[in-house]
């Protein structure tokens, strides 16, 4: 029983570390990288705090080097779907009956983790993986994971802290409930960050979660788990399984106690879930929470006024990092024809300068795409810009995966702005650029706010301060998170809570306490300390 109103440690963004020749974060991060590459990792699922093994056991190697294996996995089944069920199910009741500050505690305590013990492991794993360099894996796996922890529990106890008026001789009280059932989580490859932050928010909140991992991430998703079992998370509360999804999905979504899903991925899966809820909405206890960030279509828009350096840098930074296999990650930029010289110059300075190979060697920006499905799409998106009218490669173009699945960063110039590459999320190292006319910036506006079914994130570079008023407003349903002179990655949480409308989600802000407040239920309180003991009122009084 809690004895006080508790306050939480001060909140603060984890600092990002260098990595510099000789500093002793990046020495430790090259030993923990040998030690992984040194053995071969057995992964079991996790379910009701028990390790499960299958025996059906899949290869995990990195994307840049597939003839290395890292480990194996133990690839699961419907039956490990209804035992995963079954344990949160069991674990429900004692969960919620945990007062709110030892929730918080555990997931403090895992943050602590990170910051230290854990720091390296989960650098380690998102590289080799993940295939991300050392700076992109820092940012995410650590320091976004941790920052997720320590502010969700900061969002916590302001959710439980507003509460309503009293009126004299009654209390009203607000109690945030979890939901009636399990939360799913569907989590992505491409953030060790959101991977860990899917099933963690709800639990945060007193559920209990099915945690299914991108099979390309569950190299990192096992050393999220034994970060939370470390910390102290009981058994049941999140349970980590390796079923293929139709599987897991045929399971959770028919199950009258599904309550609510935590999603990052594709529009289409995303689409094609929300109609099985929808279908299923008769066999559910209670309408299930639908929370989901489903990609973009990400752009930059230039005026004439930019900065064409930053411009550039905000290009390259924008559509290169990790690849391009960001979310937020530009694709697509439309930019003004009386400076088009100036920035395609600093461009072809700073494309010559971009390595590209394992994220072991320190000095390369880029990395490998994350499996073959993805480099066959990219390639051939590429082959096809090569051949046609509309188009030309201006930078890039080649790739190759004999060794690795490694696209050239690759920038494409159109004439066409509703050519395919400006259209369609491709998620990779492909930029695709249009020129336009200075003097016909509004009518460019027009085709950039309907060009894609998109609205995550996008970029303005402008000086002229009305101009970046105007465009600013004329796009406020064109990204859910909206940059004025930077790159439209890299939102940081507590600072640029982050998602987007129309095709990219529901917008419900990772990294913010909107995110927070769908993972409860609340219930309104009302006593009365002194009864009312005749039901006349005044009103009812004769003259």
């Known amino acids: ?167 004299p001789g009654i209390w009203n009280r607000m109690e945030y409930r979890p939901l009636e059932g399990f939360v799913f989580a569907l989590t992505p490859f491409n953030f060790t960050s959101i991977a860990g932050n899917l099933p963690s928010a709800p639990a945060m909140m007193g559920n209990v979660v099915i945690w299914k991992p991108s099979k390309t991430a569950i190299y990192s998703a096992h050393i999220l788990m034994e970060l ?117 110059s600093y461009l072809q300075k700073d494309m010559k300068e971009i390595k590209m190979g394992s994220p072991e060697d320190f000095r390369n920006f880029m990395n490998a795409v994350i499996d073959e499905p993805s480099f066959d799409k990219l390639a051939s998106e590429i082959d096809a810009a090569k051949n046609h009218p509309d188009t030309k490669i201006i930078f890039g173009g080649n790739y190759d995966k004999t060794h690795g699945y490694f696209i050239e960063p690759t920038i494409i110039l159109t004439t066409n702005p509703s050519y395919k590459t400006m259209e369609e999320e491709l998620f990779g190292p492909i930029l695709t650029i249009y020129v336009y006319d200075d003097s016909k910036l509004d009518e460019t506006l027009n085709v950039l706010d309907k060009t894609s079914m998109y609205a995550l994130t996008g970029a303005v570079f402008a000086k002229d301060r009305a101009i970046i008023q105007k465009i600013t407003k004329r796009l406020s349903n064109a990204a859910g998170n909206f940059y004025v002179n930077d790159k439209p990655t890299g939102a940081v949480v507590g600072q640029q809570p982050f998602g987007g409308a129309r095709g990219s989600g529901t917008n419900d802000k990772a990294g913010s306490m909107l995110n927070m407040l769908r993972w409860v239920s609340p219930r309104t309180i009302k006593e009365n300390f002194v009864p009312p003991v005749d039901f006349k009122y005044p009103f009812m009084m004769e003259e």
């Open 1 to 167: 029983m809690s004895k006080g109103f508790f306050k939480i440690p001060t909140t603060k963004n984890e600092p990002v570390l260098n990595y510099l020749p000789g500093s002793p974060e990046r020495a430790a991060l090259k030993e923990q990288i040998a030690q992984y590459k040194s053995s071969e990792m057995d992964i079991p699922m996790f379910i009701g705090g028990e390790e499960v093994r299958s025996g059906n056991t899949v290869r995990i190697f990195p994307p840049h080097e597939i003839e290395h294996t890292l480990g194996h996995y133990h690839a699961g089944d419907e039956t490990h779907v209804y035992r995963a069920i079954d344990a949160a199910t069991n674990a429900k009741e004692g969960w919620e009956a945990l007062n709110w500050e030892e929730r918080a505690a555990i997931f403090l305590k895992a943050a602590d983790l990170i910051s230290g013990p854990y720091r390296q492991k989960l650098n380690a794993s998102t590289m080799l993986g993940q295939s991300k360099n050392v700076y992109q894996a820092e940012i995410d796996a650590a320091c976004e994971m941790a920052d997720f922890l320590r502010f969700n529990v900061h969002y916590m106890t302001a959710i439980y802290n507003d509460q309503p008026a009293s009126s």
């Open 228 to 344: 939370f079992r470390e910390a102290g998370l009981p058994d049941g509360v999140i349970n980590l399984i390796f079923a293929p999804g139709p599987v897991v999905a045929r399971a959770v979504f028919d199950h009258p106690d599904f309550a609510g899903f935590h999603f990052t991925g594709s529009t289409g899966v995303f689409q094609d879930i929300w109609k099985t809820i929808g279908n299923n909405i008769h066999k559910y206890k209670s309408y299930p929470r639908i929370v989901g960030e489903t990609g973009g279509k990400d752009f930059i828009i230039a005026h004439k006024s930019c900065d064409a350096q930053a411009v550039a840098t905000a290009l390259i930074r924008g559509a290169f990092e990790y690849q391009g296999q960001k979310c937020s990650a530009v694709s697509r930029a439309y930019l003004p024809s009386g400076r088009w010289d100036e920035i395609l």
